[in-house]
């Protein structure tokens, strides 16, 4: 079956450190994949796309890799601030040419003063 | 404010009535989606629109539910009978289909409308 898997645990870290997030996916083959920020209550903000033919996409402070072999991308986020405290989900489409994504189910990130 | 808008942002209702949502996508935007989120799980997909043709429906989109989009504009969601699992938080959000490759798909998502049947 299709499975996409975030770590459910919460991450906490210390201001000022890298945080990174991990997403798994089975029996997928993206074409891209996305990470959205999701703040409690709120719905969720686009944060950055990446293609299956790119390894590494970068937005400030924000660093997202793509692995089709591993099947795994991996979300980074340098110098970290509390304010960077929220749920961060991952999401790609089932197959080429569908709109609608499939979201994991995220990681709650923590960033200690 | 020029995102996408949702209302009612809460609804509480009683078991086996009936309710609707609204959602006002950005202007520009001819793709609209439903997703629903339940607490500690990430947005399950639902329906999705482009222009006034409803074009996918997931498997959760019971009879129960029906989604319109009449005018290419804003949509509801109506769901019929509500039943306690109903309880979650409906999410629209929107995207543009104008000029963009087929590969991109950036979705911008509304507050939500948080439902609790009682």
């Known amino acids: 079956s299709q499975k996409i898997e975030q770590n459910s645990e919460a991450l906490n870290i210390q201001e000022g450190k890298t945080a990174t997030l991990t997403c798994n996916y089975t029996?997928?083959?993206?074409?891209?994949l996305q990470w959205y920020r999701q703040d409690p209550g709120r719905g969720p903000v686009f944060l950055l796309l990446?293609?299956?033919?790119?390894k590494e996409k970068r937005k400030e402070r924000l660093k997202v890799t793509f692995d089709t072999t591993l099947k795994q991308s991996l979300f980074h986020i340098t110098a970290s601030q509390p304010a960077d405290s929220a749920t961060y989900l991952c999401?790609?489409?089932?197959?080429?040419?569908?709109?609608?994504?499939?979201f994991g189910s995220g990681t709650r990130l923590q960033v200690q003063p | 404010d020029t995102g996408v808008s949702q209302d009612p942002r809460h609804k509480i209702t009683k078991r086996g009535q009936n309710v609707t949502f609204r959602c006002d996508p950005i202007?520009?935007?001819?793709?609209l989606y439903w997703y629903r989120q339940t607490l500690g799980q990430g947005p399950e997909f639902l329906t999705y629109?482009?222009?006034?043709?409803?074009?996918?429906k997931s498997r959760l989109l019971s009879d129960r539910f029906s989604a319109e989009r009449p005018k290419g504009s804003f949509s509801t969601l109506e769901i019929q009978r509500t039943e306690q699992g109903d309880s979650a938080m409906y999410l629209c959000?929107?995207?543009?289909?104008?000029?963009?490759?087929?590969?991109?798909?950036?979705?911008?998502f509304g507050p939500g409308t948080r439902l609790t049947v009682l």
């Open positions: 959000a929107s995207s543009t289909g104008l000029s963009t490759p087929i590969s991109y798909n950036e979705q911008f």
């Open positions: 029996n997928y083959s993206p074409a891209y």
């Open positions: 990446i293609r299956e033919n790119e």
């Open positions: 999401a790609l489409v089932k197959d080429t040419g569908r709109r609608a994504l499939t």
């Open positions: 202007s520009e935007h001819n793709r």
């Open positions: 629109f482009q222009n006034e043709a409803q074009l996918e």
